[in-house]
């Protein structure tokens, strides 16, 4: 049983890249989430799926989108990558009462 | 919407001194309370949690929160802490109540925790 897990753990893009960071849970939650984590700004949501086929913006979305491929994986695309985007990214799936478990996170350097 | 305040940006003790910290939050409606704790370079794990019952409970690693209903607040305590508790702590809110299948928290920006030896 391992959890969330998210790819890559690291990555670096030149600005105007794309990428798509992948996430999967194995817990078999509905809804699943995708945060950035900035130094003192703590956890922002980008987007989120209550359940399979649905995904809705949370607070930070723009220059990202999602994709909830099936119950178990959550995709985040960025199509063109900016510094700005720098950041920690973390993937989390929340279980029956709402507590979320959480990925291991990606760290993407954007020159 | 919701919001998460803990008023602690950043908290320096001594190991064996007892600590707390502070959370509140804004709904008032039924909530489930969460805390997280970070260790450097690693992801959020949860700590405790309350849904609903008793207003103090316990987590792992001798933390224990307390749940007051009348002040919208929930605030971290552990009696003696350790080098090992050096750490980033978020609260956490999710509106909804008991069964809620969506999860949607709302955090706190965290309290960092240095704790020397």
């Known amino acids: 049983n391992a959890g969330v897990t998210q790819t890559p753990k690291f990555q670096v893009l030149k600005t105007g890249q794309s990428m798509t960071l992948q996430c999967a849970q194995d817990?078999?939650?509905?809804?699943m989430y995708w945060y950035r984590q900035d130094p003192g700004m703590g956890l922002r949501l980008i987007y989120y799926?209550?359940?399979?086929?649905?995904?809705d913006k949370g607070e930070v979305p723009n220059g990202y989108n999602v994709s909830r491929l099936n119950k178990r994986e959550f995709s985040l695309r960025l199509e063109s990558a900016a510094p700005s985007q720098t950041s920690v990214y973390f993937c989390?799936?929340?279980?029956?009462?709402?507590?979320?478990?959480f990925g291991p996170g990606t760290r993407l350097t954007v020159t | 919407a919701q919001s998460v305040s803990q008023h602690n940006h950043h908290v320096i003790l001594s190991e064996a001194a007892s600590l707390e910290l502070g959370c509140n939050y804004s709904?008032?409606?039924?909530?489930?309370l969460f805390w997280y704790v970070q260790y450097p370079g690693q992801h959020l794990q949860l700590l405790l949690k309350?849904?609903?019952?008793?207003?103090l409970v316990k987590g792992i690693k001798g933390f224990e929160a307390e749940f007051i209903k009348s002040k919208f607040s929930f605030n971290l305590r552990k009696p003696s802490v350790q080098w090992s508790d050096t750490a980033e702590y978020f609260c956490?809110?999710?509106?909804?109540?008991?069964?809620?299948?969506?999860?949607?928290?709302?955090f706190g920006r965290g309290t960092q925790l240095t704790v020397w030896p």
């Open positions: 309350y849904f609903s019952g008793d207003p």
């Open positions: 709904y008032g409606g039924t909530v489930n």
């Open positions: 799926s209550a359940s399979e086929g649905t995904t």
């Open positions: 989390a799936s929340s279980g029956r009462h709402g507590e979320q478990y």
């Open positions: 956490a809110v999710n509106e909804g109540g008991r069964g809620s299948t969506l999860g949607r928290l709302y």
């Open positions: 817990m078999n939650h509905n809804s």
